[in-house]
């Protein structure tokens, strides 16, 4: 009996047969299952029992492994040793404080940012606070005004030194500026050294509200740069 062709399954007399993918052939059957071109012994690639030409063998990939319980059993065993080297890790590491940040060019371009910004708002609060600066600190005016006002400023020669405007009483307590101050809002009085206040009456720590009698402006102005009359 001769072997059937393991392309067209007609018989393969033995001075035509080809002996490979443990089939027999026709000479003229052994070719490329994709374009059909003739192989030998020497150029074929088998796969499946199928012989393919170096252009068209199948590119291997991965295979799915099925789920047996062997197989599942082996996750749950690395999921645990996985957790319990984590565990370990974890409690090594544990009170080290916090960890090291890689210095990438990003951050560095982050940490400059946040530099400048802070940059920016110190001197914007410096330039806000350097106008109240020659005074002396809001909770320390009460020491402050118990106390003579500079004896030498007080003690100069006529002229260099602006003296009390004399004006009717309208029942309020008087005070006279000590220091300059600028208004920085609009709720505020704006104050030249001599200047009497007129009505004024305290509003909580470290601020009064008066009238300028100079500039008849009326508002808050800090305690700490007048003094009683």
Request: proline share 9%; glycine share 6%.
């Amino acid at each position: 009996m001769n072997p059937p062709c393991g392309r067209c399954s007609k018989p393969v007399y033995p001075t035509e047969k080809i002996n490979c993918l443990d089939k027999y052939w026709h000479k003229g059957c052994f070719s490329c299952e994709v374009c059909k071109m003739a192989l030998s012994m020497n150029n074929y690639k088998g796969f499946e029992k199928k012989p393919y030409c170096s252009m068209h063998y199948p590119k291997t990939s991965f295979t799915i492994v099925t789920d047996t319980p062997e197989n599942l059993r082996l996750k749950q065993q690395t999921m645990l040793n996985s957790q319990a080297l984590y565990k370990e890790d974890f409690e090594k590491n544990k009170g080290k404080g916090f960890s090291v940040v890689a210095d990438t060019p990003e951050m560095q371009r982050v940490k400059k940012t946040q530099d400048q910004i802070s940059h920016i708002k110190y001197h914007e609060e410096f330039e806000k606070s350097k106008i109240r600066s020659d005074a002396p600190p809001p909770e320390n005016r009460q020491d402050y005004a118990e106390q003579p006002s500079n004896p030498e400023r007080y003690n100069q020669p006529a002229g260099q030194i602006r003296p009390p405007v004399v004006a009717p009483s309208s029942g309020g307590r008087r005070f006279q500026a000590m220091y300059s101050y600028a208004a920085t809002e609009a709720d505020e009085v704006s104050l030249q050294e001599g200047d009497l206040i007129m009505d004024v009456e305290p509003i909580d720590e470290g601020w009064v509200f008066g009238c300028n009698q100079r500039t008849g402006q009326r508002g808050m102005l800090p305690a700490n740069y007048v003094r009683p009359v």
